[in-house]
């Protein structure tokens, strides 16, 4: 089809809705998640070359996820295909997947709460289990909730600057943001170098790396999250009417600060010996 044509086309559309053209990126996509899986699992296995296909399907995934992206973006940006409506459907997509990561995060919840309020004799009708030495929640713990309330404290002044058209104030607190997730992560990496159990220690180690990990990344991708929309900040892409992907940046580091609130206040603090 000719540009001419082409613009003939998106000029006489009688609809708000973005059509979306032809792309080979799902497609690609799901192969990468299928080398990836079958990869990391022949791994774990101990299959020859598993690992080679697990690093395959993972660079695979992640250039196909970036390109895709750019894609969204240039539809976004320059091309003015994210209406008003698009918008709302984007806003709900991204609702519906923080409801279904929140309903992972309670499946791990549901397992610690099992174990922890019915203590089996295996473990010696005790929780922690005996033998166990909890991680004290008043120190490493706590720092590192203080850190996560306050990005998220941060990038909140970021979305409200940014709405009120201060750009460079919005620049500044986003950076504090990053900032301060990247010392949560080494925080959680040094707490995991200096713990005195490990994921194989009862259903007690498993449980607290099992969620703390889940948790850990969701910051780390988060992390991604933010950086993508400081460079499309500094780069001129939102404005104060048009940001979705910096809302949706935000949505997310919200979830993931009160996911740890709850990890921190049970997991943690109501799970530590006070005897």
């Given at each position: 089809m000719s540009e001419l044509k082409l613009k003939t086309l998106f000029r006489n559309?009688?609809?708000?809705?973005?059509?979306v053209d032809p792309s080979p990126w799902p497609f690609i996509a799901a192969l990468g998640a299928f080398f990836t899986v079958l990869g990391l699992t022949a791994y774990l296995h101990f299959y020859n070359k598993g690992f080679v296909l697990f690093l395959f399907g993972l660079f695979l995934l992640i250039c196909t996820m970036a390109i895709w992206w750019r894609d969204v973006i240039r539809e976004a940006t320059f091309e003015g295909h994210h209406t008003s409506y698009v918008q709302k459907g984007l806003k709900l997509g991204m609702i519906?997947?923080?409801?279904?990561?929140?309903?992972l995060f309670f499946?791990?919840?549901?397992?610690?709460?099992?174990?922890?309020?019915?203590?089996?004799?295996?473990?010696?009708c005790v929780w922690p289990p005996k033998g166990i030495v909890a991680i004290n929640p008043w120190h490493v713990p706590l720092l590192n909730t203080f850190v996560l309330v306050t990005s998220g404290a941060f990038i909140t002044w970021s979305h409200h600057a940014l709405l009120a058209g201060f750009r460079k104030d919005s620049i500044e607190a986003l950076i504090?943001?990053?900032?301060?997730?990247?010392?949560?992560?080494?925080?959680?990496?040094?707490?995991?170098?200096?713990a005195p159990f490990n994921i194989s220690d009862s259903v007690y180690g498993s449980v607290f790396y099992m969620t703390t990990g889940l948790h850990g990344s969701h910051v780390i991708i988060g992390t991604?999250?933010?950086?993508?929309?400081?460079?499309?900040?500094?780069?001129?892409?939102?404005?104060t009417t048009q940001h979705i992907g910096f809302e949706c940046a935000s949505w997310y580091w919200h979830f993931v600060d009160i996911v740890w609130i709850f990890v921190y206040f049970f997991i943690y603090w109501w799970g530590y010996p006070t005897i």
């Amino acid at each position: 089809m000719s540009e001419l044509k082409l613009k003939t086309l998106f000029r006489n559309q009688k609809h708000p809705f973005h059509i979306v053209d032809p792309s080979p990126w799902p497609f690609i996509a799901a192969l990468g998640a299928f080398f990836t899986v079958l990869g990391l699992t022949a791994y774990l296995h101990f299959y020859n070359k598993g690992f080679v296909l697990f690093l395959f399907g993972l660079f695979l995934l992640i250039c196909t996820m970036a390109i895709w992206w750019r894609d969204v973006i240039r539809e976004a940006t320059f091309e003015g295909h994210h209406t008003s409506y698009v918008q709302k459907g984007l806003k709900l997509g991204m609702i519906l997947f923080i409801l279904s990561e929140l309903m992972l995060f309670f499946a791990f919840f549901w397992a610690f709460f099992h174990a922890s309020l019915n203590p089996t004799i295996e473990i010696g009708c005790v929780w922690p289990p005996k033998g166990i030495v909890a991680i004290n929640p008043w120190h490493v713990p706590l720092l590192n909730t203080f850190v996560l309330v306050t990005s998220g404290a941060f990038i909140t002044w970021s979305h409200h600057a940014l709405l009120a058209g201060f750009r460079k104030d919005s620049i500044e607190a986003l950076i504090y943001t990053i900032l301060l997730a990247i010392f949560f992560t080494l925080l959680q990496y040094y707490e995991y170098c200096v713990a005195p159990f490990n994921i194989s220690d009862s259903v007690y180690g498993s449980v607290f790396y099992m969620t703390t990990g889940l948790h850990g990344s969701h910051v780390i991708i988060g992390t991604l999250f933010l950086i993508v929309c400081l460079y499309r900040l500094i780069a001129h892409h939102f404005t104060t009417t048009q940001h979705i992907g910096f809302e949706c940046a935000s949505w997310y580091w919200h979830f993931v600060d009160i996911v740890w609130i709850f990890v921190y206040f049970f997991i943690y603090w109501w799970g530590y010996p006070t005897i």
